[in-house]
């Protein structure tokens, strides 16, 4: 039986509501002062903590299908997480497409890791590398319906000081489509 658009919305927005609130109750990590900020995008179809002090920019354009989250920090100008969603095409119905679509983005990365990673949302492929100006870790996950790009940057120099954060991100990060996801 297929649900009517109203009863498919509200129970998407009553999902999301639940998600919210049992990520909040989650977010007790033993860090006293840290706070962390939860996005969620229906848009985009995820959901993912982060810390609350860095600066969102949500790009969506038109119609397109697609967009990603900026969040950079004020006082490290080299430092980005993006996380990209758009839909799965035949330009990248494969992990392979999606990996060389992001090595596109990044032409001079070079890379040091490529492998198969479990995350709480699925099966990731999960890269890190470097080019001459930063360091590089990105993790791509898939659903039926999206593809996901969680790409981390940084400065050599500051790479390290962010490896408990990315950490915690990529194990937050949620798939709000209705489809479980895998690496295919």
Known sequence: MRLSFELHKYLRLGLLGFISISLAACISNGSPGKKIGMHIDAALEFAVEHPQSWNKDRRLPYRSGQGEVRWTQEDDPEMMLRIHSEPVSDNTATIDQHIDQILQEYPSIELT??????????????????????????????????HYSIVFTASADTMGQYTQVIKEIVESFLILSSSNSAAS
Request: charged residues 20%.
């Open 113 to 146: 890791l490529k492998t198969e990673t479990v995350m709480p949302a699925g099966t990731a492929m999960h890269l890190m590398g470097y080019n001459s100006q930063r360091n590089f870790d990105i993790y791509l996950i898939s659903s039926e319906q999206r």
